[in-house]
T-cell receptor, first 109, second 114 residues
Framework: GEDVEQSLFLSVREGDSSVINCTYT??????LYWYKQEPGAGLQLLTY?????DMKQDQRLTVLLNKKDKHLSLRIADTQTGDSAIYFC?????????FGTGTRLQVFP | EAGVAQSPRYKIIEKRQSVAFWCNPI?????LYWYQQILGQGPKLLIQ????????DSQLPKDRFSAERLKGVDSTLKIQPAKLEDSAVYLC????????????FGPGTRLTVL
């Protein structure tokens, strides 16, 4: 079945790195995504990784994919207060996205 | 470029009443999605349109929910009659096409059913 799991909450100090983890079950997923949701707003695509890749770096964001363990992580370097939001991982094959439960990231000074 | 527009932003109704949500996708986007996001959960796909045809409505509770995209542009999602468990944020998203195109999300409509 399709199920994407995330830890619910992460708290980090400003300037530290944040690591948000996700596990998924559908090994046929072609893409894996990270979305950010700020209060009262829709979801914003942060980055994605193709399933045949192990790592992708995009400025402060690093995505790691372990296909064997069906584990996805998002590392945010030099976390800022503006990074405080809910982060969703999602898996997708052709077009349907299955979202995780979301991880609320709180950044404190 | 204008984003995905949704209205209303907030709606409060009593159970057994009807409600409708409207979505205007990004110009030129053929694919439109409606998601339901219950508090504390990730969005769940309700229905997906390609132009004015339905691609996937397997998770739409068809006894009370309906959606249409008559001219392949704007879409409406209706709930009739509403239940308490329908309280959620209803998100509309659009993409240029199927198969891996980025989905752009609107701000959502927050529905409270009393």
């Amino acid at each position: 079945g399709e199920d994407v799991e995330q830890s619910l909450f992460l708290s980090v100090r400003e300037g530290d790195s944040s690591v948000i983890n996700c596990t998924y079950t559908d090994s046929s997923s072609t893409y894996l995504y990270w979305y950010k949701q700020e209060p009262g707003a829709g979801l914003q695509l942060l980055t994605y990784i193709f399933s045949n890749m192990d790592m992708k770096q995009d400025q402060r964001l690093t995505v790691l994919l372990n296909k064997k363990d069906k584990h996805l992580s998002l590392r945010i370097a030099d976390t800022q207060t503006g990074d405080s939001a809910i982060y969703f991982c999602a898996e997708g094959g052709t077009d349907k996205l299955i979202f995780g439960t979301g991880t609320r990231l709180q950044v404190f000074p | 470029e204008a984003g995905v527009a949704q209205s209303p932003r907030y709606k409060i109704i009593e159970k057994r009443q009807s409600v409708a949500f409207w979505c205007n996708p990004i110009s030129g986007h053929a694919t439109l999605y409606w998601y339901q996001q219950i508090l504390g959960q990730g969005p769940k796909l309700l229905i997906q349109f390609q132009n004015n045809g339905v691609v996937d409505d397997s998770q739409l509770p068809k006894d009370r929910f309906s959606a249409e995209r008559l001219k392949g542009v704007d879409s409406t999602l209706k709930i009739q009659p509403a239940k308490l468990e329908d309280s959620a944020v209803y998100l509309c998203a659009s993409s240029f096409g199927l198969a891996g195109y980025e989905q752009f999300f609107g701000p959502g409509t927050r529905l409270t059913v009393l």
